[in-house]
């Protein structure tokens, strides 16, 4: 006879941590997160349900199957995560486990989510993220983001911190590490009219292309000035 543990029906979801590269659609319209291991290769909503990654008809998160969002219990265990090379650029997640799920040691498999809060890590050049920017690689119609300060935006492909949160919608809280402003979409919507901090950091990312654009059109200038002059 095999022996089962006791069905869990808790009051209210579980929460958990896991870590993602935050991604944005090839049109810019839609904001989302991809895994770093298994399922990376499928994009995911603020709010989703989890596919099989192996094509397989059940429902996950199957017993005898991989499938399934993953997560940690603690938040030290996410953010050990981030030590290794290839997981630098990533953002830390906390999520709401919903649905069936199955709970283990470390953390849970899971059929639907929804991350509350996302935290950016600084930017490759140590100052605090003001906004995510194309990071150079991606999966079929996402390009994948890394955290970047106003200095290193120059003219890549960017959103906001807030223009994230908005993008991805479903009230997702985006807040950068180290000091960082947090830009919580619902409060947004619920205002109407971004607040200060919101603002601050538009403004500070707007200054900066402004800055690299006034830089490259003075380069330009000084090219066209001197084919003039030995013409």
Known sequence: MRLRLPAERPTEPPTGYKIAHPVLSHDGARAGFTGVSLGGALPYGVLDDAACVYGRRHRPPARLCDCGFHCVHERGAAEAMLCTAEHRTAVLLEVSVLGAYIRFERGFRFARQRV???????????????????AGWGRPGWRALVPVCAGCVRGRTSVSLAGFARLAGEGLRVVAR????????????????????ELAAEAALLQARLDWFQSQLARLGERGGGAGEQG
């Open 116 to 134: 509350r809060t996302a935290v950016a890590g600084p930017c490759a050049c140590g100052a605090t993220a003001v906004a995510l920017a194309d």
């Open 178 to 197: 180290g000091g960082g402003t947090g830009f919580p979409a619902a409060g947004l919507a619920e205002r109407g009219d971004p607040g200060v901090p």
